[in-house]
């Protein structure tokens, strides 16, 4: 089994790959209990959101890491994917704004990720 942080660099990989926008890695593990990473995303548009979602499954399934759970649809413009100790949060633009998920987080270690 990885370790959080190596788990969440690698999904982190893979949605750059794929193009998605500003990814942050969000180390919440000194104020969760359900999770340790955050990994953040955007997406420009609802087939993107499918996309990028389809990448981080694509990398690890071959690895034998399946999410927990997944909610949200690509319409809805937010896809969470729970893999334990990270939780992966891939949403619009307009969604990522919306719900502003770093400003709760804002006391935690953000870990901007770059091709």
């Known amino acids: 089994m990885k ?17 998605a926008g500003d990814v942050l890695m969000i180390d919440i593990s000194p ?13 420009g548009s609802d087939r993107q959101l499918e996309a990028l ?18 909610e949200g649809k690509k319409d809805s413009g937010w896809i969470l994917m729970d893999y334990g100790d990270v ?8 969604m990522r704004e919306k719900y502003n998920i770093e400003k709760i987080w ?5 870990i901007p990720m770059e091709d």
């Not at 104020?31 to 997406?43: E, I, N, Q």
């Not at 939780?87 to 307009?94: A, D, G, K, P, Q």
């Open 87 to 94: 939780i992966v949060n891939i949403l619009t633009v307009e």
């Open 31 to 43: 104020k969760s209990s359900f999770a340790d990473c955050f990994v953040m995303a955007s997406a």
């Open 3 to 19: 370790e959080p942080k190596e788990l969440a660099e690698q999904i982190a990989k893979a949605l750059l790959d794929k193009k």
């Open 106 to 110: 804002g006391d935690c270690e953000m």
């Open 53 to 70: 979602k389809e990448a981080v499954e694509d990398v690890l399934e071959p690895e034998g890491i399946f999410p927990k759970n997944v």
